[in-house]
């Protein structure tokens, strides 16, 4: 069974820029996180989605950020316009609901120039 | 105070070494724990649960005190391909759930 899928794996784009992220969760999982990962720190949520809502956005800055989840599959992240301090792996997971074991993507490096 | 608290190290052990390591957490509503394994420049992926009685795994041993909120994880017989980033998570309900990492402990076997 394919496992969280996340594209695309890097992403180089100039400041001001626009970029996203897509990521498919494990089949069946209704439960859907987007984490960033600043080096030599632990992954902090951005979102959480409960099939297509967003139940916990309290960490998105929406000033530049946003994520949508429309069907309750799949799902984007968009951060517009970039800044450096945006540089950060986006990790995508997905669980069997709130309390379900979270399985990881291998996540968007992104670097911000 | 971070919600998660752990020692970054690095650990740096010899093989065959019993290394131990050590994370709390601030709120008591806290309901399950995790550690994860993450190695350099990739995703976390589960090591185990751990759970309030206790539970081991082949070599990693995990223990939870509620009382005094921590949990450890314990890893005997140390292996070259045991280093990696340990983070530890903790789902609290606080108002809705939520997972929290901490920043992880860089564990390094050496020859």
């Known amino acids: 069974e394919a496992g969280v899928v996340q594209s695309p794996r890097y992403k180089i784009i100039e400041k001001k820029q626009p970029v996203a992220f897509w990521c498919n969760p494990i089949s069946g999982h209704n439960t859907l996180y987007w984490y960033l990962q600043n080096l030599g720190q632990g992954p902090e949520l951005l979102i959480r989605?409960?099939?297509?809502?967003?139940?916990?956005d309290s960490q998105l800055p929406k000033d530049r950020f946003s994520a949508e989840r429309l069907k309750g599959v799949d799902s984007t992240l968009k951060i517009q316009p970039a800044e450096l301090g945006d540089s950060a792996v986006y990790l995508c997971?997905?669980?069997?609901?709130?309390?379900?074991?979270?399985?990881f993507g291998a996540g968007t490096r992104l670097s911000v120039l | 105070r971070k919600e998660v608290e752990q020692d970054p190290g690095p650990f740096n052990v010899p093989e065959g070494a019993t290394v131990a390591f050590n994370c709390t957490y601030s709120n008591s509503a806290s309901q399950s724990f995790f550690w994860y394994r993450q190695d350099c420049r990739k995703e976390p992926k589960l090591l185990m649960s751990v759970y309030s009685s206790g539970n081991e795994d082949g070599r990693f041993t995990a223990q939870l005190n509620r009382a005094s909120q921590y949990i450890s994880l314990l890893i005997r017989d140390s292996k070259l391909s045991d280093s990696a980033t340990y983070l530890c998570?903790?789902?609290?309900?606080?108002?809705?759930?939520?997972?929290?990492f901490g920043t992880g402990t860089r564990l390094k076997v050496l020859a």
């Open positions: 997971a997905s669980s069997l609901g709130a309390v379900g074991i979270q399985y």
């Open positions: 998570v903790v789902n609290t309900r606080a108002g809705t759930y939520k997972y929290i």
């Open positions: 989605y409960e099939n297509e809502e967003a139940v916990d």
